[in-house]
């Protein structure tokens, strides 16, 4: 079973912040949380990852829940080219416990010129 | 700076083919290496992980196996396809498996069993 909840698929326009929100209400302590995006007909790219603090990078930004147990990535000011399925999965610390990282099915954003 | 292909880009198969996709990582050394599927309208789901050459751990039984014949590359093969082969194969690697590691994806291979 997928250990994140996300919506099916959100809207936004262009220039404007959106927020893609995620629920992993069963998050261990040893978990990381990354969202990946993958445009149409391409692989998936990293976004960022965080554990428990928010993170800011060229991408995006990252805020975590203080209890962890959801966390939203935040695009500043959405483009076209933000157009793609997100997807937030969690991994452990422990490297062997990756092996069988779940991906859900992600949202789906689409961005309005 | 670090590279990832795999070919071929697209493929159909008729079904009872056998198949063989290769991926290959420049750039990096002992990588971790995985092969992922993704149906249509559907998450990737995690086929085969490698963290050397010859050591391949295999997550869903399924008619298909990988190889690791060199460091940098990992082959993905099926001596019978079945129709439910059919998607979008991703290989990725990444440095390690903890936490904090990132995956790198490759540009895929859509694979069509007809």
């Known amino acids: 079973d997928a250990k994140t909840t996300q919506p099916n698929s959100m809207e936004s326009n262009e220039e404007e912040p959106v927020h893609l929100p995620c629920n992993h209400s069963t998050i261990s302590g040893t978990d990381y949380i990354h969202w990946y995006r993958q445009l149409p007909s391409q692989g998936p790219e990293y976004v960022i990852h965080g554990l428990t603090s928010n993170v800011n990078n060229r991408m995006a930004s990252l805020a975590i829940a203080e209890d962890r147990k959801s966390s939203t990535l935040i695009l500043h000011r959405a483009t076209l080219r933000d157009a793609a399925v997100y997807y937030c999965i969690l991994r452990d610390r422990n490297a062997g416990n990756n092996r069988k990282l779940i991906w859900g099915l992600g949202t789906s954003l689409a961005v309005n010129p | 700076s670090q590279t990832i292909h795999q070919w071929p880009a697209t493929l159909v198969q008729p079904v009872g083919s056998p198949l063989s996709l290769e991926c290959t990582v420049e750039?990096?050394?002992?990588?971790?290496l995985y092969w992922y599927r993704q149906a249509a309208g559907r998450g990737l789901q995690l086929l085969f992980y490698s963290v050397g050459i010859g050591q391949i751990s295999s997550e869903v039984p399924q008619n298909l196996s990988a190889s690791r014949p060199q460091d940098r590359q990992f082959i993905l093969s099926s001596k019978k396809l079945l129709l439910s082969d059919s998607g979008f194969y991703l290989c990725?690697?990444?440095w390690g498996a903890g936490g904090t590691t990132e995956q790198y994806f490759g540009p895929g291979t859509r694979l069509t069993v007809t």
């Open positions: 990725a690697w990444s």
């Open positions: 750039g990096t050394s002992n990588p971790n």
